[in-house]
């Protein structure tokens, strides 16, 4: 138990279809990250949060792309007409926000378009 | 983005002392130097971090060079267990705080 939770493990879904991915972090992560990684890459930063504010979002973050953080605690994840190049591992990282202290992440979920 | 630079994969025997290298020649005063590992099928699990001075935990030891550009991550003894890719990150003290993973050192424990 890592104390980061993701919920689906893995998903299939048909291209143009959306899909929603949630995170669960522990209580005292009040910074919440996402995290894009396909094969044989590392991770990707998307975006992330410092409580309930979304403060900084990458550019790989299209328009297709939403995340929310209602009250400081889960995170979800939405993907809006997904197309085949979305299809990765999607990682969810909670931290206390300070860089004394490493992140927690969690297994992440796998995407699959076909 | 801060960014590192490592081997792309390194090979160790098993119970052996493994030293994984890391450059990041534009690192700036504040940046922190992070390591996190991957095992297959999972997210990245830190393992280690340090500003200046090096550090021991129970997982490894971070040696930083006193110019603070290059950094190793020292695995006491190998088990394969520790057979995963190995990532070398700055961390910025005064940004967001996101971080920028490299590929990696893949590390392979020989048996």
């Known amino acids: 138990d890592t104390g980061v939770s993701q919920d689906p493990r893995h998903k299939i879904t048909k291209r143009g279809q959306n899909v929603t991915f949630r995170c669960d972090p522990i209580?005292?992560?009040?910074?919440l990250y996402w995290y894009r990684q396909t094969l044989g890459q590392g991770p990707e930063f998307l975006t992330y949060?410092?409580?309930?504010?979304?403060?900084?979002k990458s550019r790989l973050l299209s328009d297709r792309f939403s995340a929310e953080r209602p009250k400081g605690s889960f995170s979800t994840l939405e993907i809006q007409r997904t197309e085949q190049g979305d299809s990765a591992m999607y990682l969810c990282?909670?931290?206390?926000?300070?860089?004394?202290?490493?992140?927690?992440f969690g297994s992440g979920t796998r995407l699959t378009v076909v | 983005d801060a960014k590192t630079t490592q081997p792309n994969s390194m090979e160790s025997n098993e119970e052996e002392p493994v030293h994984l290298p890391c450059n990041h020649s534009?690192?700036?005063?504040?940046?922190?130097i992070h390591w996190y590992r991957q095992l297959p099928s999972q997210g990245p699990e830190y393992v280690i971090h340090?500003?200046?001075s090096n550090v021991n935990n129970r997982m490894a030891s971070l040696a930083i060079a006193e110019d603070r550009k290059s950094s190793t991550l020292i695995l006491h003894r190998a088990t394969l267990r520790d057979a995963a890719v190995y990532y070398c990150i700055l961390r910025a003290a005064n940004t967001g705080n996101q971080f920028y993973f490299g590929t990696g050192t893949s590390l392979t424990v020989i048996p």
């Open positions: 949060f410092q409580n309930e504010a979304q403060l900084e």
């Open positions: 990282a909670g931290g206390r926000g300070r860089e004394t202290y490493g992140y927690t």
């Open positions: 534009t690192i700036s005063g504040t940046d922190y």
């Open positions: 209580s005292e992560h009040n910074r």
């Open positions: 340090g500003l200046t």
